[in-house]
C-alpha cells in the first residue's frame, strides 16, 4: 500500500493564481481531511469528508473548495491564492462510522505551498 | 471551544534519558487522544491512540497516559535515542464528531548522542 500520496510536493504561485492539491489513499477509508500547518503552530482542518459525495467546513475553509467524487480522491482547490495561503498542506485519511473521529489518521506528506 | 496545549515547547536530552512530553486539553469530553510524530519536512505519522475509556496505551519505548478528567495526557520515552529526535503532536477528537481532531503546537524534542 502507498497509504496516502500527495501533489506537489511544493509549489510557488503568484497572488491570484488557482491550483489544485491533489490527494489519493489506497486504503478504502471513507474519511478524509485537508489540514494547514503554519510554522510553528498545530495542525487546523479546512475540510473534511466522510464519503464519496459528502464535504464539510472545518475549521479554516474560506479560500479554498473541495469535492469527493470517488472513495480515492480528495482535491482541495485554492481559488484567488492569497499570501496568507503560504502553508503546508496535508491530507489524511481513517475509517470512520457514527463515532466518526475514534479512528487513527494517516497523513500523507504534505505540499509546501509558498504564494507570492 | 477545545484548546491543547504542549510543554515544553522543546526539550533537549542526552541519549539513553527517560522523558515525559506533556499534553493538557481544556474540554474533557473527547472521544480519543492521539499523539504523532513528525519529523522535518514530513507528514505525521501515528504512535499511540488513546480511547477515552482507556488510561493508557504501550508501543515499544513509548508509553501514553490520559487523565480525561484532569485534561491531561503525558508521553513516557524510555532510553531516548538520536533516532527519537522529531516534534512530537498531540491531538484531541471531541465525542460526537461535533468537534474535530484539535492538535498542540507540539513539542521538538533532541536527543544529543
Known amino acids: 500500500n502507498a497509504g496516502v500520496t500527495q501533489t506537489p510536493k511544493f509549489r510557488i504561485l503568484k497572488i491570484g493564481q488557482s491550483m489544485t492539491l491533489q490527494c489519493t489513499q489506497d486504503m478504502n477509508h471513507n474519511y478524509m481531511y485537508w489540514y494547514r500547518q503554519d510554522p510553528g503552530m498545530g495542525l487546523k482542518l479546512i475540510y473534511y469528508s466522510v464519503g464519496a459525495g459528502i464535504t464539510d467546513k472545518g475549521e479554516v475553509p474560506n479560500g479554498y473548495n473541495v469535492s469527493r467524487s470517488t472513495t480515492e480522491d480528495f482535491p482541495l482547490r485554492l481559488e484567488l491564492a492569497a499570501p496568507s495561503q503560504t502553508s503546508v498542506y496535508f491530507c489524511?485519511?481513517?475509517f470512520g462510522t457514527g463515532a466518526s473521529w475514534a479512528y487513527e489518521q494517516y497523513f500523507g506528506p504534505g505540499t509546501r505551498l509558498t504564494v507570492t | 471551544k477545545q484548546e491543547v496545549t504542549q510543554i515544553p515547547a522543546a526539550l533537549s536530552v542526552p541519549e539513553g534519558e527517560n522523558l515525559v512530553l506533556n499534553c493538557s486539553f481544556t474540554d474533557s469530553a473527547i472521544y480519543n487522544l492521539q499523539w504523532f510524530r513528525q519529523d522535518p519536512g514530513k507528514g505525521l505519522t501515528s504512535l499511540l491512540l488513546i480511547q477515552s475509556s482507556q488510561r493508557e496505551q504501550t508501543s515499544g519505548r513509548l508509553n501514553a497516559s490520559l487523565d480525561k478528567s484532569s485534561g491531561r495526557s503525558t508521553l513516557y520515552i524510555a532510553a531516548s535515542q538520536p533516532g527519537d529526535s522529531a516534534t512530537y503532536l498531540c491531538?484531541?477528537?471531541?465525542?460526537?464528531?461535533?468537534?474535530?481532531?484539535?492538535f498542540g503546537k507540539g513539542t521538538k524534542l533532541t536527543v544529543n548522542p
Open positions: 491531538a484531541v477528537a471531541g465525542e460526537g464528531g461535533s468537534e474535530k481532531l484539535v
Open positions: 489524511a485519511s481513517s
